[in-house]
């Protein structure tokens, strides 16, 4: 019921109600990634980037392809129409670890390197974010199994 509601929300870009029963739906579903990933997307929307991370992390722990497979179109993932927007007010937030963060967040669902760019700038403003570097060794750890496939 409240994963429903959830997507019914998402689905509208109502963001706020959406993570009101997305968070009701991850304990009643704990290993929901589906919800995740939309709890993960919309907590960058009303302003809470650090939970988006926290987030992130622990699926990425899980299995950080979850997020790079994820199907734009069937999973309704708002990044390509969210990116723009936020970077268009680049200027106005260079050197904020949040707005970094938030970009790359959204920007793992799209383009993976694209969002290992943002997380790096993340972290030249704090480069002891636990959390943060170890979503980067993820990536990496990621990036070196595609590459000794090949």
Not at 66 to 76: E, S
Request: hydrophobic share 40%; aromatic share 12%.
């Amino acid at each position: 019921m409240h994963e429903m509601l959830g997507n019914q929300y998402f689905m509208v870009r109502n963001f706020n109600s959406a993570v009101d029963e997305f968070e009701i739906a991850m304990v009643e579903q704990p290993n929901n990634f589906k919800i995740k990933k939309k709890l993960v997307v919309s907590y960058t929307q009303i302003g809470k980037p650090q939970k988006a991370l926290e987030l992130f992390l622990i699926i990425s722990q899980k299995d950080i392809n979850i997020i790079f497979n994820t199907d734009l179109v069937k999973d309704d993932c708002p990044c390509p129409e969210l990116i723009p927007l936020i970077e268009s007010k680049e200027k106005l937030n260079e050197n904020s670890f949040d707005f970094y963060i938030t970009l790359a967040i959204l920007w793992a669902f799209c383009d993976k390197y694209r969002s290992l760019e943002y997380f790096n700038k993340a972290k030249l403003i704090s480069p002891n974010n636990k959390i943060l570097n170890e979503i980067i060794n993820s990536f990496n750890d990621h990036f070196n199994s595609i590459e000794f496939a090949h």
